[in-house]
């Protein structure tokens, strides 16, 4: 008797072919990411020379590269620029400050918790721009209405992410440093900040995008400098070429502090082996 | 209330009377007695359920709400079925975590040694292997010197072959360390291969209690294990026989 194999219907052919050529990826990744902006960037000039965007309206690259010119070479965009970033840098840290500090009170204590979280939710549902008015009315036309703005902000969404980061740290990792006999400080230093951190660096990436966004609100009411300063007086001025600078200079600056979170989260997550895509 | 109190007569490692815990209406210990010996491997068979963990997480000091006298060295570790390893620290951090000395770091590397992981002080917990993992694991606890040592399942998530070699590892690091060991598994081969007394834990009680007369090394084809391992599977409720029209 003879044994008759039938063939199944098909077979998948799952054995790998020759190792893929790795000269065909040697781009560097930076590249590749920044590959986008440029692209849009390309798309613009490609679309102004070819007149299907009206240079009245939407000026094109060259344009704006010479109102950008104009402004360095009389010493405006530095100062505004830096004038921007330096109320960006004081709001954000600050807010960094407050809301790990709160959120430490509300995720360690019961007692936190109840005083603090529903107090941060309510701020939370409140618009922060609709509070600009009343903080220029509270604290003047000077910096500090701007910086709290963006404070406010940023403290809101490092609290909400670094508190649940903190709320969500494995229970039995808590249990192992008890009988471990770690002290409190070890507890909180080693086991819940470090559980917390994912979370927390979420929080920064949310807090960052807001700063930028509470800036121009911040800037476009009584401001003497700043770019949202510059941005309201090219609309005055119907200056178009301004107006498309300073977007690109805000688009350049969530894409630094993108960057920023993406760095710090390599640094400080290193210890994640989480999907690194294909 | 309990009070795992750190003292107790010299020749004892631990002394369990009247212990009682229940959650709600559900009464898990019933006033369980038990001693173990300084240098004793005891390990603890029962069901899923049986009260086995509550029982060494009261030990562990990890259960303040159960009731009777439970007295045990203050020097105890724990290893649990999940490594719980700390993911944000090397395998050498992770063993050294919670460490007094200035000589912590060293200590901790001669423990991974110990336990064969030499080379791998600066690997990511989630880079490791499970058997690696339990290996840092057990590093972590015996780097303590603990007098009482108190094991969950910590075999439980392994796979057999790596179980083998953990069962060699264990008993000699314990043969060299001499701590009192608590082992709760509900592997009867596993608690007869390393144990030298064996307690059944049912319905909150201590049903059995028996010497393991099983000569040195041990295996599953040693004289006595057969007859020990039906007598245990009996009291567990349990009948092999599989296949049985």
Redesign the interface.
Known sequence: MTAVLTRPARLDDLSTGPAPDRRRIAVPRWVRRLSGPVLLLLAWAVSSTTGWLDPQLFPPPAQVAGAAWDLVRTGQLQVNVGRSMLRVVEGTLLGIGIGVIIALLAGLTRIGEDLIDSTMQVFKAVPNFALTPLLIIWMGIGESPKIVLITMGVAIHIYINTYSGIRGVDAQLVEVAQTLRAGRRQLITQVILPGAMPNFLVGLRLGLSSAWLSLIFAESINATQGIGFLMSRAQTLLQFDVSVLILIIYAVAGLLSYALVRFLERRLLGWRNGFQGV | MTDVSPDSTPSQAVEISGLSRSFGDHHVLRGVELTITRGEFIAMLGHSGSGKSTLLRVL???DSEASGVVLAPSA???V?Q?P?L?????ALPNVA??LTGDDARDRAKAALAEVGLAGKENA????LSGGEAQRVSLA?ALV?EPELLLLDEPFGALDALTRIKMYRLLRELWSRHRPAVLHVTHDVDEAILLADRIVVLSDGLLSLDVPVDVPLPRSRDSAGFAGLRNRLLAELGVHEGIGAA
């Open positions: 562990a000091g990890l105890r570790a724990v649990f999940n719980r700390l993911p944000w620290k090397r975590f919670a990511w917990p989630l880079t972590r303590r």
